[in-house]
């Protein structure tokens, strides 16, 4: 690829990151009129807490304002809660968007102090300009859980509560009654993936109909949807809104959002009166997106750029002889490499979490993390000796050797010094993308994401586990690239290479069909009245990541091997993009 293309790519990129970044922080901001801070304070058991605080530019100790605590759910962070934050700050309420404990930047473990919300909740109400008379809290999935503590810790901190895709009494939190919490509204989609666990009914549907939901209602029938039972005034009022979505979807849902602004403009004082069908939230999403887009972007472009200097140029070669499988064998290996991982994803992970690491310890403290990690390298296990099988029995006269599938230099052999040299190259851009997002959290508070997908900066100790984590994703993408470039490599009705684009876009198939699949027939159930086909539902949701993760890691090693002719750069890049954005995303467990 010539320079002056990847200049253009580079400048692309540039642009993508600044204006999405400037788009989101206009939103987010609401053109000037809210302030956001990075917030850090100490909470329970000297944990340090994390949360992002959006303040209404008049709000002060004389123009005290409404204020509402904002928890996400499990294995997310503060800024999944982007949609409430945003619409009612522009309300003109004050809003804490909390890191729960051992997630985004809050100090682990996982679940201690109530998931951290009295912390927050205590925090909200340390703030002159907060009206302590009007404070709501709000919290999606185990967010839920954790305002529901706060309100039992600090029974006289709150007014009204918000479940979003939540319930009372698990985990933790207080089993509602008419009584406890004050004025709830519950959200809960028709599709939620989780009512089984939040309120004992099979199906989302029939949440309503659930002795949990009556009780806490205070009524022996069946939840009528929108009908206000209690009152507003004793505290005792209690709504059930169920939107045409899912547990996830709830952070996308225009509906879900909107019921929160519409239950605290009907049980907090102090608000703005806009609609609730109002919404810009869904710009900084956007916004967020495109940024994301342009992080992808630069990391092509300046690796690209950086194989063009005096330094690591002897890495740009040629990409070598096609000898990957043809006809019927190849599509028969795509076929198996499609299917593989969505086949041995239950399987692996459980036998991971059960047998191999049953519990969190120092070097694996992140529990969804050590499941990852075990299919991962289970599946490079597999892949490997599905590559040696049809290397040397099914194509054993294919001629192809190590130069052909990108592992050695044919003047050279294993050349240790071109494959120190790429790594050193997959650090400098990795470093370079990390750059680019501090600067958008320094310039925009803002970072790189789209809906329950994210790339977050690292906290000191998060780093320090990043590189515990990634010796094992080496070995899965170096396996991945050497199937994919080596078996897999894509040819042309002649047999020659087809275009960088196609080839890529091609890979990117391969690489997240059999997840696209998977994830298609676990929700055709579930959208048509039944449940999950699989009974674990935070999995299946986990699942929903690997098609981004997929897809950057098939982009990155393919333009790498097309520019380098081998698999080093691109596995060397994906195990510390990748690595990097799973560990930093998501929750510690283990109590350091």
Same mark, same amino acid.
Not at 330 to 341: D, H, R, Y
């Given at each position: 690829m010539s320079k002056r293309y990847l200049y253009v790519l580079l400048i692309i990129s540039l642009l993508l990151i600044l204006g999405g970044n400037f788009l989101a922080f206009l939103v987010q901001t609401d053109f000037g009129g809210v302030v956001i801070k990075d917030v850090r304070f100490m909470g329970s058991n000297k944990i340090q807490m994390s949360g992002l605080l959006y303040i209404p530019k008049d709000a002060s100790r004389e123009n005290k304002k409404p204020a509402v605590l904002a928890i996400h759910g499990y294995i997310n962070s503060r800024e999944t809660q982007d949609g409430f934050a945003i619409e009612l700050a522009r309300r003109g309420y004050v809003v804490l968007a909390l890191d729960q404990t051992g997630h985004g930047f809050s100090d682990p473990p996982a679940y201690a102090n109530g998931f951290g919300g009295p912390d927050g909740l205590s925090y909200l109400r340390s703030l002159d300009f907060v009206d302590l008379d009007n404070i709501g809290l709000e919290g999606h999935s185990m967010g839920g859980w954790s305002v529901v503590i706060a309100a039992a810790i600090i029974p006289d901190g709150? @007014?009204?509560?918000? $479940?979003?895709?939540? #319930?009372?009494? +698990?985990?933790?939190?207080? =089993?509602?009654?008419?009584?406890?919490?004050?004025?709830?509204?519950?959200?809960?989609?028709?599709?939620?993936?989780?009512?089984?666990?939040?309120?004992?009914? !099979?199906?989302?549907? =029939?949440v309503g109909k659930t002795e949990k939901m009556k009780k806490l209602f205070g009524t022996n029938e069946d939840i009528v949807e929108g009908k206000i039972y209690g009152s507003i005034d004793d505290g005792t009022?209690?709504?059930?809104?169920?939107?045409?979505?899912?547990?996830? *979807?709830?952070?996308?849902?225009? @509906?879900?959002?909107?019921?929160? /602004?519409? *239950?605290?403009?009907?049980?907090?004082?102090?608000?703005?009166?806009?609609?609730s069908s109002n919404q810009v939230w869904y710009w900084k999403e956007i916004g967020n997106l495109?940024? $994301?887009?342009?992080?992808? /972007?630069?990391?092509?472009?300046?690796?690209?750029? $950086?194989?063009?200097?005096?330094?690591? @140029?002897?890495? =740009?070669?040629?990409? &070598? !002889? /096609?000898? #990957?499988? +043809?006809?019927?064998? *190849?599509?028969?290996?795509?076929?198996?490499?499609?299917?593989?991982?969505?086949? !041995?994803?239950?399987w692996l992970k459980n036998l991971t979490l059960t047998k191999i690491i049953p519990k969190v310890t120092a070097f694996f403290p992140q529990e969804i993390n050590n499941g990852i990690m075990g299919w991962a390298v289970g599946n490079g296990i597999i892949a490997l000796l599905l590559f040696l099988l049809w290397r040397y029995v099914l194509d054993k006269n294919s001629g192809g050797n190590g130069v052909n599938f990108g592992l050695t230099w044919e003047r050279e052999g294993l050349s240790w010094r071109k494959i120190g040299k790429s790594a050193l190259l997959a650090i400098a851009v990795t470093f370079i993308a990390y750059l680019s997002l501090a600067l958008s959290d320094f310039l925009f508070k803002t970072d790189y994401r789209i809906w329950i997908f994210a790339v977050k900066l690292f906290t000191p100790l998060k780093f320090r586990i990043f590189l515990q984590y990634l010796i094992f994703f080496l070995i899965f993408f170096f396996i991945y690239s050497l199937v994919m470039h080596g078996q897999l490599r894509v040819r042309s009705k002649e047999g020659k290479e087809v275009s960088l684009s @196609?080839?890529?876009?091609?890979?990117?198939?391969?690489?997240?069909?059999?997840?696209?699949?998977?994830?298609?027939?676990?929700?055709?159930?579930?959208?048509?009245?039944?449940?999950?086909?699989? &009974?674990? &539902?935070?999995?299946?949701?986990?699942?929903?990541?690997?098609?981004?993760?997929? #897809?950057?890691?098939?982009?990155?090693? +393919?333009?790498f091997f097309r520019a380098t002719g081998h698999i080093y750069t691109g596995a060397f890049m994906n195990s510390l993009l990748i690595t990097w954005i799973i560990v930093a995303g998501t929750a510690v467990h283990f109590p350091f």
């Open positions: 709150y @007014k009204a509560m918000v $479940l979003e895709g939540s #319930s009372t009494g +698990t985990m933790g939190a207080p =089993e509602g009654n008419e009584s406890f919490p004050k004025n709830v509204c519950v959200v809960f989609s028709k599709y939620d993936e989780f009512s089984e666990l939040m309120w004992g009914s !099979t199906t989302a549907q =029939e009022a209690r709504v059930l809104y169920q939107p045409a979505c899912t547990h996830p *979807w709830d952070h996308f849902s225009i @509906k879900a959002i909107g019921y929160a /602004i519409d *239950w605290f403009s009907q049980t907090l004082n102090g608000g703005k009166a806009i609609p495109l940024a $994301l887009i342009g992080m992808i /972007i630069l990391v092509l472009a300046s690796g690209g750029l $950086l194989l063009k200097s005096n330094f690591f @140029k002897e890495l =740009e070669e040629k990409t &070598p !002889t /096609i000898k #990957s499988a +043809t006809g019927a064998t *190849w599509w028969i290996s795509a076929v198996i490499f499609t299917a593989v991982g969505p086949l !041995t994803y239950f @196609k080839e890529i876009l091609i890979n990117i198939v391969l690489a997240i069909l059999g997840f696209f699949i998977y994830l298609v027939l676990q929700y055709i159930p579930l959208f048509r009245g039944g449940t999950l086909l699989t &009974p674990d &539902p935070l999995w299946v949701i986990i699942g929903i990541q690997f098609l981004p993760i997929l #897809s950057i890691a098939a982009a990155v090693s +393919t333009f």
